[in-house]
């Protein structure tokens, strides 16, 4: 209880521009454990596991089991891939443009909402320092007062009233710039390895040495037998 009532009476200290520092501080809080939510989702796989699976799988070949691999999640490098493999072109630049589309399509979902990080906990900073500017009017003016205990009072008053909700306000603003640097990293870091999947898979599917591509089964030759293909999608016609 005694850190209770501490914490209430620096709050009460702070003045009335206390509140709107801690109406930032609520928004930010809920920013953050959305986002998190949100950005924890979207790095749910072992980025190296995948991509090593995925190009491996386009390596041999094996692109039903490269699909079905990449459909197997629901996260940004899962469906760049999954483009990729179901764009159907063939040269490096056509991949690459594939993933360049979904990339767009995925990484501002991530990013939204990050820059009010930035707004807010400038924000709390200012109206802490706006805070500081009317406790010290306050404290000020205090020096008129013809009585020493009332001069007294209001200078005390004014002091403390300036010096917590400078407090406040960088305690709500700098671990909120530290979250939203995180944050930023987490989705510059996924931008990453969705570059290099893209350019592992391109390579691959690009190559020459390849001999089927997605949607086309591999060439086989039995006899005079000519090369059997497979247009995607045409399972159902039996």
């Known amino acids: 209880m005694n850190v209770l009532s501490e914490v ?50 386009a390596r041999r070949g094996d692109w039903n089991s490269a699909r079905l691999a990449a459909m197997q999640y629901r996260t940004p490098l899962a469906r760049v891939a999954q483009a990729m493999l179901e764009s159907g072109a063939q040269d490096e630049e056509g991949l690459q443009r594939a993933a360049d589309d979904a990339t767009t399509l995925q990484l501002p979902d991530l990013s939204k909402r990050l820059s009010w990080l930035g707004l807010l906990a400038n924000s709390a900073t200012l109206i802490g320092l706006l805070g500081t500017i009317t406790g ?40 909120t710039l530290i ?23 391109g390579k691959v599917m690009s190559s020459p040495a390849q001999s089927a591509k997605p949607g086309v089964l591999p060439m086989q030759n039995s006899g005079n037998a000519a090369p059997l293909r497979r247009v995607a999608g045409d399972a159902g016609m039996r």
Not at 151 to 160: D, E, P
Not at 180 to 198: K, M, N, T
Request: aromatic share 8%.
């Open 179 to 201: 979250v939203q640097g995180w944050f930023i990293s987490r989705v510059e870091e996924l931008g990453d390895q969705i570059d290099q999947l893209a350019i592992r898979l």
């Open 8 to 57: 209430a009476a620096f709050y009460r200290e702070g003045g009335l521009f206390m509140h709107a520092v801690l109406a930032i501080g609520l928004i930010v809080g809920a920013i953050i454990f959305e986002r998190l939510f949100v950005i924890s989702k979207a790095m749910s796989i072992n980025a190296r596991t995948f991509v090593e699976t995925i190009v491996g799988h």
């Open 136 to 175: 010290l009017i306050t404290a000020i003016a205090g020096v008129g007062e013809a009585d020493a205990a009332t001069r007294s009072a209001r200078l005390s008053a004014g002091i403390s009233e300036a010096l917590h909700c400078t407090a406040f306000g960088l305690t709500v603003a700098i671990p």
